[in-house]
């Protein structure tokens, strides 16, 4: 039973630039949650995707965005890269988009902005 | 606004003892916990859940326990183990959203 997986599993960029990060879900999960993670802090909320669309968005400006493919993967796409965007960035899968359905997390990707 | 926070930043147990780990919540809407394990470069791990229709739900050598007139969870481990060290997470779901918020996390150090 695959579990989720993210690529890269390090990224460095520099200020300005674009990034974008990938995510499969839990084999037979159809939905997915992306979390950012500074250093010392839990997870913060970005965004979820459920068939291919965004249900819900936390409080993260438009430089962030994302898709759903029809085989539930998922991208994380971060515009105009900060200093402050460096963070270990989360992907989570659940079946269904029910406030009760357990999120499973990826091993994440960590991006570094110089 | 809703928040989840931990007492405790840092708990050192000696192995075999029992660990108790505490969380408050101040939104009380919400109605699904979760606890997580993270390990140093790791996605959290899935530990146990409890609805808020529940006070007590027991695990593999885990137990949560839910008290929601002081909005409060905590986290148990029994017998722990050197393979226990990571940190903790609890987190909540709000009534109208499936958007997890965590808190900052208990860091657990298991001695020899």
């Known amino acids: 039973d695959a579990g989720v997986t993210q690529s890269p599993t390090h990224l460095i960029k520099t200020r300005g630039q674009q990034v974008t990060l990938r995510c499969s879900p839990k084999s037979g999960h159809d939905t997915v949650s992306w979390y950012q993670q500074a250093l010392g802090q839990g997870p913060q909320f970005i965004f979820q995707?459920?068939?291919?669309?965004?249900?819900q968005r936390g409080n993260f400006p438009d430089r962030f965005s994302g898709h759903q493919f029809p085989n539930y993967s998922s991208e994380l796409n971060v515009n105009a890269l900060l200093l402050g965007d460096s963070a270990l960035y989360l992907c989570?899968?659940?079946?269904?988009?029910?406030?009760?359905?357990?999120?499973?997390f990826g091993p994440g990707t960590r991006l570094l902005v110089l | 606004g809703e928040s989840v926070g931990l007492h405790l930043p840092t708990l050192s147990v000696q192995e075999g003892d029992n660990s108790i780990i505490n969380c408050a919540y101040s939104?009380?809407?919400?109605?699904?916990f979760i606890w997580y394990k993270q390990e140093s470069g790791k996605g959290p791990q899935f530990i146990i859940d409890?609805?808020?229709?529940?006070d007590k739900r027991q695990g593999q050598r885990v137990t949560v326990l839910l008290n929601k007139t002081v909005k409060h969870l905590s986290l148990q481990i029994a017998a722990t183990q050197p393979g226990d060290s990571a940190v903790y997470f609890c987190?909540?779901?709000?009534?109208?959203?499936?958007?997890?918020?965590f808190g900052t996390g208990t860091r657990l150090q298991v001695t020899l």
């Open positions: 995707y459920y068939e291919e669309e965004e249900r």
């Open positions: 987190a909540e779901n709000t009534g109208t959203a499936s958007k997890l918020t």
């Open positions: 409890i609805r808020s229709n529940m």
């Open positions: 989570a899968s659940s079946l269904g988009a029910g406030i009760q359905e357990t999120q499973y």
């Open positions: 939104n009380s809407a919400s109605d699904y």
